[in-house]
C-alpha cells in the first residue's frame, strides 16, 4: 500500500526566511502533485509534476521531484504572510488507478 | 469557465439517516472523483467515476455509494450514518483517466451527523 509521509506537520517561520516541505512516498510513482488548502476551504492546485527530475517555480514556491528517492521538496523563499496555509503533497501510484494518497500535510504559519 | 460545484454547503443528519451530496466536474471534465476529509484522518479517497463507470474504490464500507449521470456529473451517497461519518466532502474532476492532468477540487460538502 502507498504511503505518503510530509514533514514537518507543523512550521512556522518568519516572513523573508527560506524553508523546504518534504514529501517522501512509499512506491513507484511518476505523478505528485502539490495543492495548498485555506481554512475552511477547498483545495488548490499549485503544481503537478510528472516525471524525475521535474522543477515548477510559481512566484516564491518552487517544486521539485525526484522518482529514484521517491522525494518532493516545496520550497518557500522569503516567506510573506499570504503563504500561510496548509500543504499537502499527493501521489498517484498506479499508472491509470487514478487514485491520489494524500500526505498528512504542512500546517506553515508566517510570522511577521 | 466555472470550476468543479458541489451542492449543499453543509448538510446536517441524525444517525440512521441517509445523505445525499451532488457535484458537477468543470465543463469538459469526465473524471469525477470523490473525497473525505476528517478531522485528524486527513484526506481519504472515496471512489473514482470516468465515463459513467465506477472505476476505483476506496477502504470505505458499502454503504458510501455514487454514481455518474451521462451529463457527468456524479452523486455520492451515505446511507446509514454514523457520527465518524462527519466530516467535510470534496469533489474533484479532471481531463480524464491515464493523462497526468491536473485534477481540481471543489469548495466541498460539510456533512454533521448528530
Known amino acids: 500500500e502507498l504511503k505518503v509521509e ?3 506537520l507543523f512550521l512556522s517561520m518568519q516572513e523573508g526566511k527560506n524553508y523546504t516541505i518534504y514529501c517522501n512516498y512509499s512506491t513507484t510513482s511518476d505523478r505528485l502533485y502539490w495543492y495548498r488548502q485555506d481554512p475552511g476551504k477547498s483545495l488548490e492546485s499549485l503544481f503537478v509534476l510528472l516525471s524525475n527530475g521535474a522543477v515548477k517555480q510559481e512566484g516564491r514556491l518552487m517544486a521539485s521531484l525526484d522518482t529514484k528517492a521517491r522525494l518532493s521538496t516545496l520550497h518557500i523563499t522569503a516567506a510573506v504572510h499570504d503563504l ?25 504559519t508566517i510570522i511577521p | 469557465e466555472a470550476g468543479v460545484t458541489q451542492s449543499p454547503t453543509h448538510l446536517i443528519k441524525t444517525r440512521g439517516q441517509q445523505a445525499t451530496l451532488r457535484c458537477s466536474p468543470i465543463s469538459g471534465h469526465t473524471s469525477v472523483y470523490w473525497y473525505q476529509q476528517a478531522l485528524g484522518l486527513g484526506l481519504q479517497f472515496l471512489l473514482w467515476y470516468d465515463e ?6 476506496g477502504n470505505f464500507p458499502p454503504r458510501f455509494s455514487g454514481r455518474q449521470f451521462p451529463n457527468y456529473s456524479s452523486e455520492l451517497n451515505v446511507n446509514a450514518l454514523e457520527l465518524e461519518d462527519s466530516a467535510l466532502y470534496l469533489c474533484a474532476s479532471s481531463l480524464g483517466q491515464y493523462s497526468g492532468n491536473t485534477i481540481y477540487f471543489g469548495e466541498g460538502s460539510w456533512l454533521t451527523v448528530v
Open chain 1, 6 to 8: 510530509q514533514n514537518p
Open chain 2, 52 to 57: 459513467g463507470e465506477e472505476r476505483n474504490r
Open chain 1, 84 to 108: 500561510s496555509a496548509t500543504y499537502f503533497c499527493a501521489v498517484d501510484g498506479n499508472f491509470g488507478n487514478e487514485k491520489l494518497t494524500f500526505g498528512t500535510g504542512t500546517r506553515l
